[in-house]
């Protein structure tokens, strides 16, 4: 039976057919494989021909996503050398290349593959990155937004003891700032018996059930936080969200202007989040083993849930010397102590609710 395909593209395309498999001594294709020579599809040494492709300048310089290529370029090559300047010990400096890596593929996941139309929420804090000191007994949900469009966001709390929406917005000279937020208890106001709920997020008030925030055009993110007792006991929210009313056009591609605005969230956040560890709190690196108050709020959305209460010190151990960290158990909701690396890469964990 013959089946016939059809593609059709505006660009052009590597296009892979796979016909068939046969059986054949093995010996026949060692002596084929044998037979490369010098082809270059599966050298793993090809930096030096690569190199010498093309020359200083192309009729695509002039492109947006080139200069914000180039911008990223330079902010890994820039966070780099401060790693190297800041890092104490030769294992420091290359935990902090780590980190560097760690966030690259976060953060460029995010920013390459969404979709305002269907935003699902990427995981900030997946188990095998732990990275910018995010608590591991908490589920840290993000959706890129465009504050031009209506969503729906609906979901499940399951049973975990709290649950947060932040709504980010762009800001002057910040990466990030809250244009709208829901604690646990202003959530629950709009919860049914068996858990489920809706926000509205739109210019309009809907007639629909739910509860509904106003949202700005400069909006252009959802982070939502929950906070994990016991894994083994409780059961994780769950959200789903999406575009309503008239929906985002269909593209064939991605746009210059778009492509260069995703590069340039994703060197904004490496540039953010790398240097932690000099801008956050720095009274704290200044005096370690010394603990330091803060509020989510004054931290800022982007890395912290508004109704976080916070105490942080940098600690420096001598041979032979532990941490010994002397508290009354606080009467709230939630509470946990983190323990993470100079670069804010997870490294413990204790928590209780």
Known sequence: MSRTYGIRSRTRVFLVVVTLIVAAPMGLFAEEASNEGDAKWNDSNLLNWVSEIGGEESRYDD???????????????EV???????????????????MILKH?????????????????????DPRHRDIGAYNPDAEYDQAYIDGRYDYKLSGNLGTVPYVSITVNGKADSKF???????????????????????????????????A?????????GVVIRQYVANREVNELASFA????????????????DEMAQRLRKSSDYLAVVSTWHRTLLPEARDKPNHFVA????????????????????????????????????????????????????????????
Not at 64 to 69: C, D, E, L, N
Not at 84 to 98: F, H, K, M, S
């Open 80 to 98: 780099k050398q401060m790693v190297l300047y800041d890092a104490a010990t030769e294992q420091e400096a290359i935990e902090g290349l780590r």
């Open 294 to 353: 803060s509020t989510g709020a004054s931290i800022g959305a982007s890395a912290a849930n508004s109704d976080n209460y916070y105490q942080m010190a940098y600690y420096e151990l001598g041979e032979g010397e532990a941490l010994v960290v002397d508290f009354v158990q606080p009467d709230v909701v939630y509470w946990n102590l983190t323990s993470a690396t100079f670069w804010h890469n997870l490294i413990a964990i204790s928590q209780t609710q």
């Open 63 to 77: 492109l947006a996503t080139v200069k914000s290529f180039e911008m990223l370029q330079r902010t890994i090559e």
């Open 176 to 210: 990030s700032r809250t244009v709208a937020y829901l604690n646990d208890m202003a959530i629950r106001k709009h919860v049914d018996a068996d858990g489920n709920f809706i926000l509205w997020l739109t210019k309009e008030k809907p007639k629909g059930p739910g």
């Open 241 to 256: 969200m999406e575009a309503v009313g008239d929906s985002l056009p269909d593209v064939d591609g991605i746009s210059d």
């Open 104 to 124: 690259l593929a976060s953060e460029t996941g995010d920013t390459l593959n969404y979709d305002f139309r269907n935003p699902l929420f990427s995981k900030r």
């Open 212 to 220: 509904w925030v106003r949202f700005p055009d400069e909006a252009n």
